[in-house]
């Protein structure tokens, strides 16, 4: 074979590599622009109906329904201490002894006096009783002008005397009894006890204190009930009195009749339901809250003054509500949008109305409607006119 002959078979090769990757490159474009128009794997999630419970949470502070400070009602020297600190206490149970000996012997002084003053009594009664008589006897006499006007005169001053004797030692025997009752009281306050059925803290005073009227030497609080105290905005205090029908109950607590839940501070619920016992009189100004304070049963004395927890009440009911998972809703310039999926695959963007979210949930008050399916997944392709391949997957179960 010549030159200029294999000259012309390598360009007639070259030729047909040219036309052949040509060909390729077209069946792999049309390939391309088949798989274009399939339709994209979404998830989706059918738009709920239900009745649904709104529930608010504050933050709660507990205290003693009653704290009652232990102060001695008389001086003295601590003698004893008969409780053990951070223990149940009774009403009446001696927690404190003061020494009793200068308080004993200041009694049996007012008992002395006491038996003086109605020795008195008697002696003056004797006295008056010898000037009644007198008298009765000189009275016939003296009419008679047996005897001088004068020894009448006398008789009757004593006899004013000896009466006027008698009523004051019946007053000095009041005051006597008077002096014997407080001594029996100071003698008695020599034992402190205590005045309220609770938990009583850590002694402030120890044996050999010198203890006055002035000292606090416990506290005792009274935990069942116990008191749970949180403060609420001034939006959710308004909402929860709409609930209320003041004008049959004349009542104007919140959440009156509302069972609270307390959730501790581990997270746990305790089970024991409260309720609201009262309000303050006004709205902090400072943080736009006002104060209340609940009650809760503590049979077991696991609640204790001093601790935290959270106070959660349902405050409002919405009946028929429509709701989607918080994935589906997006909000675009202040704007809310869910991608709906139709009949027909195609997605389309619809404008929603958000009301409150609850638990994972959103309630949409316009814009949906019940069993309509909202994507909540694969939002890349959330593009209006778009074909889907949608997979409904399960709501989250009613009350989370």
């Known amino acids: 074979m010549s030159r200029s002959d294999c000259l012309r078979l390598s360009i007639l090769l070259s030729a047909s590599i040219a036309i052949f990757g040509l060909n390729g490159c077209r069946s792999g474009a049309e390939g391309n622009a088949g798989s274009a128009g399939a339709a994209f794997p979404v998830q989706v999630a059918l738009v709920q109906q239900r009745d649904v419970s709104l529930s608010s949470e504050w933050i709660a502070s507990m205290d003693g329904y009653v704290n009652a400070q232990i102060q001695p009602h008389v001086s003295g020297y601590l003698v004893r201490q008969n409780y053990r600190e951070g223990s149940l206490v009774h009403t009446g149970e001696v927690l404190f002894e003061i020494d009793p000996r200068p308080f004993q012997a200041a009694l049996d002084q007012a008992q002395g006096q006491l038996e003086q003053a109605q020795a008195q009594i008697v002696q003056a009664q004797a006295q008056l009783s010898k000037a009644t008589q007198d008298v ?202 869910v991608a709906v999926v139709g009949s027909d695959n195609k997605v389309t963007i619809q404008p929603v109305q958000v009301g409150p979210q609850t638990g994972t949930d959103w309630i949409l008050t316009s814009g949906v409607s019940p069993s309509e399916r909202v994507m909540v997944g694969g939002m890349q392709y959330a593009r209006p006119g778009a074909t889907v391949n949608p997979q409904v997957v399960a709501s989250a179960p009613e009350g989370r």
Not at 142 to 151: F, G, L, N, T
Not at 173 to 192: P, R, Y
Not at 278 to 302: E, K, L, M
């Open 136 to 337: 009765d006897r000189d009275t016939p006499l003296a009419a008679a002008k047996a005897i001088a006007q004068s020894q009448m005169d006398d008789d009757l001053q004593a006899k004013a005397g000896a009466a006027a004797a008698v009523v004051a030692a019946q007053a000095a025997t009041t005051a006597a009894k008077a002096a014997v009752e407080n001594a029996q009281l100071n003698f008695g306050f020599a034992k402190i006890t205590s005045l309220v059925d609770g938990v009583a803290g850590i002694a402030q005073a120890q044996i050999g204190d010198l203890v006055g009227t002035s000292t606090v030497l416990t506290s005792v609080s009274q935990v069942q009930p116990i008191k749970v105290y949180f403060s609420m905005s001034e939006q959710d205090y308004l909402r929860a009195q709409e609930r209320q029908d003041t004008k049959k109950s004349g009542q104007v607590l919140p959440l009156d009749g509302v069972p609270l839940t307390l959730i501790l501070a581990d997270g746990s619920t305790y089970p024991h339901t409260g309720k609201v016992l009262w309000t303050d009189r006004q709205v902090d100004t400072s943080t736009g809250t006002i104060r209340v304070a609940a009650g809760f049963p503590n049979n077991d004395n696991i609640l204790r003054p001093g601790q935290y927890g959270r106070v959660r009440a349902v405050t409002d009911e919405r009946h028929g509500a429509l709701l989607v998972p918080q994935a589906a809703v997006t909000e675009v310039q202040g704007t809310y949008q």
